[in-house]
């Protein structure tokens, strides 16, 4: 009688172990259907799965330290603070642009509204002769011509 109560629980010990210790495995087929059995399918590569965990024995190599996990994070973020003060840059470029652009517009519109130009220069104001018009009006045309035109690169 003793023999056969020993012999139950052992047994009884020993299967919980041996059916835990049965391996499962994970594959995916060519529909794209995740699939879970007890065999490694022939043909289509299969991870194995920690019944125990519900991780893969593939998924455990793959995972970063926390050490790598806060590198890569800091890269990141030095890496978008870069790209924000690149696009911080293009952005005053490009105001600064349209205001040159602005400016030389009014300046040339000036110039065409009136006949005589006055400027002021070391306190005395005084006209602009034709020439000094014309070489004005040429220097405002190239700055639009700069500055209203698509960005070049």
């Not at 003793?2 to 994970?26: H, Q």
């Not at 509204?113 to 190239?142: C, D, H, M, T, W």
Request: hydrophobic share 30%.
């Amino acid at each position: 009688m003793k023999r056969k109560i020993l012999t139950l629980t052992l047994l009884l010990a020993v299967v919980p172990g041996v059916a835990m210790s049965a391996s499962v495995y994970k594959w995916t087929d060519e529909n794209g259907v995740t699939h879970f059995g007890d065999r490694q399918p022939t043909g289509s590569k299969a991870e194995r799965v920690n019944v125990r965990s519900g991780t893969s024995s593939d998924a455990s190599g793959n995972r970063q330290s926390p050490q790598e996990r806060l590198q890569n994070m800091q890269e990141q973020q030095a890496d978008e603070a870069e790209q924000r003060q690149e696009t911080a840059v293009e952005e005053a470029r490009r105001k600064q642009r349209e205001a040159n652009c602005a400016t030389a517009q009014s300046n040339l519109d000036v110039i065409d509204r009136n006949a005589r130009i006055r400027v002021e220069e070391n306190g005395e104001q005084r006209y602009l002769s034709p020439k000094e018009i014309a070489e004005k009006r040429a220097e405002f045309e190239r700055i639009a011509e700069e500055n209203c035109g698509p960005e070049e690169q």
